[in-house]
């Protein structure tokens, strides 16, 4: 195969601003604004997924402390249900039943 040429840096630099100064094509990025502004924004979607997450754990402890609440008001239902006097439920069955019951 046949070596590809060098490429002339100074001519194509030369190309590339008439290409600007005539309008067709946008002038090159200004690199550092175009990192500074990806920083600011990671650390802006960093604190929007921190703020959510707070948001969902803490929608998640109230679901599951009502929950918690609704099984342990349930279990003189099972038991009524059951006929059997609450503490001769085993500890483990009442649970799973009081939460059955709750929801």
């Known amino acids: 195969s046949t070596p590809v040429p060098e490429q002339d840096m100074a ?51 109230r679901i599951s402390q009502a929950l918690d609440e609704a099984t342990e008001k349930a279990k003189p239902e099972v038991a009524r249900i059951l006929d059997m006097p609450l503490a001769d439920i085993p500890a483990g069955a009442l649970d799973y039943l009081g939460h059955l019951l709750a929801t």
């Open 11 to 61: 001519l194509l630099s030369r190309i590339n601003a008439g290409l600007i100064d005539k309008g067709v094509c946008p002038p090159p990025p200004d690199w550092s604004r175009v990192i500074e502004q990806a920083k600011a924004d990671q650390v802006a979607n960093s604190e929007r997924l921190r703020a959510k997450r707070e948001a969902d754990e803490a929608e998640y402890e």
